[in-house]
């Protein structure tokens, strides 16, 4: 798959976490990489996907592949994939829309209720794909395909802060 990376894509609301279209204003910008600083040494990477029909992420929100080839995404592991995409970071997305995924950086992931391993701020913690959709589980040790990345602190609403890590065939 061709590199997708864009030096300076245009966000109509500023940011990426609350960009939501339900066009493209550009043809070939579907699977676009931009980067976005969110704060001092905390740089994110954003994947612009389309929503599954039917498929209305939050904040927080584990996105699994769906169909890679046009990067369309759904909750967790409910994708013909099985494997993640990337964290929704818009409040409440309109099924079908068009919203940037975060897939670097450290920024805060959706987990189940009653993790098997609690999230801390030790790093040794490991954000995986959780079997609830759209939702991360925590374990001591990783498989790799699902890996979403390590945690860097407590679980706070069922929120807490990943650092994102995930696999991109374009990195």
Not at 48 to 60: A, F, R, Y
Not at 124 to 151: E, I, K
């Amino acid at each position: 798959m061709p590199s997708r990376s864009m030096q300076s894509p245009y966000f109509a609301s500023g940011d990426p976490e609350t960009e939501e279209m339900t066009t493209l204003y550009a043809p070939g910008m579907l699977g676009t990489i931009a980067q976005f600083e969110r704060a001092s040494n905390n740089v994110c990477k954003y994947r612009l996907v389309k929503q599954n029909t039917g498929v209305t992420g939050i904040v927080g929100n584990v996105m699994g592949w769906f169909a890679r080839a046009t990067y369309t995404v759904g909750l967790g592991a409910s994708g013909t994939l099985g494997l993640p995409a990337g964290i929704c970071r818009i409040a409440a997305a309109t099924a079908a829309s068009y919203i940037w995924i975060c897939t670097r950086g450290n920024r805060g992931v959706l987990f189940q209720g009653s993790p098997t391993v609690a999230p801390d701020a030790t790093g040794a913690v490991q954000a995986v794909l959780g079997a609830t959709g759209g939702q991360a589980n925590g374990v001591s040790t990783a498989n790799v395909a699902l890996h979403l990345g390590s945690c860097t602190g407590v679980t706070a609403s069922n929120i807490a802060p990943v650092q994102l890590s995930l696999l991109d065939a374009d990195d």
